[in-house]
């Protein structure tokens, strides 16, 4: 049976103006500008600050614990009171478990694709790293893009699309737009972009799908980023990292992934994409499938049709 937030009939006899705010994309829009307007201002605060009297290696964590701290706070307290059903998708509760869990599953994930890679000759040790990238792939790459990420990928984007246009729809576009956003970084391709929607986006799509909060596809973020910058010296998403170990790819990129990393290899695709379609399964078979929201409405008027004529 699909999981349907069916359009009630107390909606109907909300104010215009509260409809008009509560219509999914609409609450797209405002949730995009209430999460990245505060982000977009944190960058100059920060520059006022005497940041060069401190540490370099303080710098990564402080912006990222401020990013996260406003992200938060947004998410809190307006985001998850937007839309037809207002929910926090991010409980301070015993679901906070599903992120350790999360980084795990990933973590060991990422370390069967640099397995593979290195039997088949596309991934070389050379010894021990310098480590100097830690501070940057635990808070930057680790915790910021964990949280600030999945906030706006699955907590804004992904939750609005799905009231709009149904699970189906929100996982597609959602899943194209976060390996679209990945187009402008270092070393980035078509299909290193392509890939990431596929292999990051189902899984991370899929994890929210299954869950219904947003700790799983923090922790699978985190701990992705996490072992294949720090672990393994895997470039994360084409940026260069001096991790535990000291690597290089080699061999044909399209097993590699290059200078962008393991993510842009098929071995990847192959590898990651089936655990992103076991969730989504198991989302389906849970109940946890989301109809359009015309199709909610239609529901939602026969269900009053009933009602009135019993």
């Known amino acids: 049976m699909d999981s349907q937030p069916v359009t009630s009939v107390a909606a109907s006899t909300k104010p215009l103006w509260r409809r008009v705010i509560d219509f999914p994309l609409v609450a797209l829009v405002l949730a995009m500008l209430v ?9 100059p605060i920060l ?51 599903d992120a350790p869990r999360g980084a795990l599953i990933a973590a060991l994930l990422m370390s069967l694709i640099v397995g593979v890679a290195a039997l088949m000759g596309a991934y070389r040790l050379e010894g021990w790293g310098g480590s100097t990238s830690l501070p940057m792939l635990l808070f930057a790459a680790g915790l910021q893009a964990g949280i600030f990420e999945e906030i706006l990928a699955r907590g804004v984007l992904f939750r609005f699309l799905e009231q709009f246009g149904g699970s189906w729809f929100a996982l597609a576009l959602s899943s194209a737009l976060f390996g679209l956003g990945h187009l402008g970084n270092d070393n980035a391709t078509v299909f290193s ?106 529901l939602a008027r026969q269900n009053q049709m009933q009602t009135s004529e019993s």
């Open 193 to 298: 972009s392509l890939s990431i929607a596929v292999e990051a986006g189902v899984m991370l799509g899929g994890a929210y799908m299954l869950t219904r909060n947003l700790w799983l596809a923090i922790g699978l973020h985190f701990g992705w980023n996490f072992a294949q910058g720090y672990i393994w010296d895997v470039p994360v998403s084409g940026f260069q990292v001096d991790g535990l170990v000291e690597s290089y790819p080699a061999g044909p990129v399209l097993l590699s992934g290059g200078p962008f990393g393991l993510e842009a290899s098929v071995i990847a695709l192959a590898l990651a994409t089936p655990l992103g379609m076991w969730f989504v399964y198991r989302a389906v078979r849970a109940g946890n499938l989301v109809q359009p929201w015309w199709v909610r409405r239609r």
């Open 35 to 43: 999460l990245l307007v505060p982000i977009a201002l944190l960058a």
């Open 47 to 97: 520059q006022v600050l005497p940041l060069e009297t401190l540490p370099s290696w303080v710098d990564a964590p402080l912006i990222a614990l401020c990013t996260v701290a406003v992200a938060i706070a947004a998410y809190k307290l307006v985001i998850a009171r937007l839309g037809e059903q207002p929910v926090d998708e991010l409980p301070f509760d015993r679901q906070w478990l």
